[in-house]
């Protein structure tokens, strides 16, 4: 898994400010943002390796389990 550049972090960052972030705001939320990043890639790579699962069957407890 490569690291994210600035310019990917920034996009993620526009994502969920909707605008840029400003220097401090950027500083602050680069680690945050780093693991959210990666955290999607795992997913992403996840999902490709269940295919077509619908978000709501990943987490169903079994009947057998409650």
Same mark, same amino acid.
């Given at each position: #898994?490569?690291?994210?550049?600035? @310019?990917?972090?920034?996009?993620?960052?526009?994502r969920?400010?909707?605008?840029?972030?400003?220097?401090? @705001?950027?500083?602050?939320?680069a680690?945050?943002?780093?693991?959210l990043?990666?955290? #999607?890639?795992?997913?992403e790579?996840w999902?490709?390796?269940?295919?077509?699962?619908?978000?709501?069957?990943i987490?169903?407890?079994?009947?057998?389990?409650?």
């Amino acid at each position: #898994m490569s690291e994210p550049v600035d @310019e990917e972090l920034r996009q993620v960052a526009r994502r969920v400010l909707g605008r840029d972030p400003t220097p401090k @705001e950027a500083a602050q939320a680069a680690p945050r943002l780093l693991i959210l990043s990666q955290t #999607m890639d795992r997913l992403e790579a996840w999902q490709g390796e269940l295919g077509e699962v619908a978000p709501a069957t990943i987490f169903q407890v079994p009947t057998e389990a409650r």
